[in-house]
């Protein structure tokens, strides 16, 4: 069912932006050499490569299983299920992250805008306090700018504010949605950590260096890109 519609609705992504995902991805392949070697770590992370070029999305869990399929009689495999599951997300959070949420609540409708599988990113939003900081508000695509439209249709708004690690989702977005949107870069993670802003066409509205940051800005300056 459709909200309300709104003079602007922010849309905040959650690996990178809100969450330390290197970190994450860091912790998994030392958790994996610790409890199946080099061999077994490369061997679930070439599975899972395999499977991103396949799906579009990386699949954690789909992953494990794979893996298992290979050697079901190696009962470890049902151990790195857990482990993931039960990852301590919040403990990945960038600094200030869930304090932007709350600061973005009061301006506007602050939705989780996200790509992922249906239950291992589910997950994380929710053990990270994510979830309860948008009061439920959590929309989680393969690929999230293809689906502008859906976005549109259960949270419409006047104009949009999308914060976003990654240049390319900006591009998009700004791209389909034009002025009606302001893009907003935090440079860190690995794929917003050093880019040349001079290549990115068009360059976004609003760049901080951590999304901590912008709760040093106002609302006008947010909004308006200014």
């Known amino acids: 069912m459709a909200a309300d519609r709104a003079d602007v609705v922010f849309l905040v992504d959650v690996d990178d932006t809100l969450i330390d995902n ?5 912790d998994l392949q ?26 579009g999305y990386r699949d954690y869990l789909g992953a494990v299983q794979r893996s298992w399929n290979e050697d079901s009689h190696d009962m470890r495999f049902l151990e790195l299920s857990s482990y993931l599951i039960d990852y301590p997300f919040a403990d990945r959070l960038y600094p200030r992250a869930l304090e932007v949420l709350e600061r973005l609540g009061t301006w506007g409708p602050t939705v989780v805008l996200t790509d992922g599988d249906a239950v291992f990113q589910p997950r994380k939003v929710e053990r990270s306090g994510i979830r309860a ?10 690929h ?3 689906e502008l439209e859906d976005v549109e249709e259960r949270y419409p708004a006047d104009r949009y504010v999308l914060v976003d690690d990654k240049p390319r989702i ?17 440079r860190q993670g690995q794929f ?19 999304i901590g940051d912008l709760l040093d800005l106002d609302r ?6 200014a």
Request: proline share 5%; glycine share 10%.
């Open 170 to 186: 900006l591009t998009a977005v700004k791209q389909v949605w034009g002025g009606r949107v302001t893009t907003v870069l935090p």
């Open 192 to 210: 917003a950590d050093g880019v040349d802003l001079g290549r990115v066409e068009p360059p976004p509205d609003v760049v901080v260096e951590r």
């Open 30 to 55: 030392e958790h994996l050499e610790h409890e199946y070697g080099a061999a077994g770590r490369d061997r679930y992370w070439a599975i899972q490569e395999a499977m991103f070029v396949e799906l």
């Open 22 to 26: 290197d970190r994450i991805r860091l």
């Open 133 to 142: 900081a948008v009061q439920g508000r959590v929309l989680v695509y393969v």
């Open 144 to 146: 999230k700018e293809a």
């Open 220 to 225: 006008a300056t947010v909004v308006g890109g």
